[in-house]
């Protein structure tokens, strides 16, 4: 089994990066929100009442990222040096596919960062759209947020 470089003597700790070289650093997350048909032909048309859902989880998202140290306990902070957020429509399958990439230069990677990223961005969705999401019964039976992943991790020199 990996080592948990987290954990020594039992306790929780930030690993010390002090001693690592700066490198150019990516990481690229995806993950995917599952909504009815309706709901996806109205974001489609731009006709959600609470504006432009994807402008605004791309925004959340990329706060999302900027704030991942502060949500994940054991993260450094890092000097984000970009970060993309993207969409894709999965057509009939009425799922809206969020990409996001972040870089920096530094001594640490940024998957928990892409990954924060596309988290939040896909909530941001989910927020945007929840009232048109419920059946007769108020339930989201279509509604899910799946397979957020690390797609890749690179380290350039």
């Known amino acids: ?9 039992d306790k929780a700790y930030m690993v010390d990066v002090t001693g690592k070289p700066d490198v150019g650093r990516s ?13 996806m032909d ?14 605004t989880a791309r925004v959340a998202g990329i706060m999302g990222v ?6 994940i306990p054991m993260c450094h902070p890092l000097p984000i040096g970009g970060i993309s957020i993207d969409f894709e429509d999965g057509g009939d399958e009425n799922f809206i596919e969020a990409i ?5 230069y530094g001594k640490t990677g940024v998957e928990m960062e892409a990954l924060t ?12 759209v929840k009232s048109a999401e419920k059946d007769e019964n108020g ?3 279509e509604t899910a947020i799946e397979d957020i992943h ?8």
């Open 1 to 9: 089994m990996a080592e948990f470089t987290h954990i020594r003597d």
């Open 27 to 39: 990481a690229v997350a995806s993950g995917r929100i599952y909504l009815r048909e309706e709901t």
């Open 42 to 55: 109205a974001i489609r048309k731009g006709e959600v009442i609470k504006g432009n859902v994807l402008a």
């Open 66 to 71: 900027k704030r991942t140290s502060d949500l």
């Open 100 to 104: 996001c990439t972040v870089k920096t």
């Open 117 to 128: 990223g596309i988290s939040v961005a896909l909530l941001a969705v989910w927020d945007m």
């Open 139 to 141: 339930q989201y039976p």
């Open 150 to 157: 690390v797609v890749k991790k690179e380290k350039t020199a």
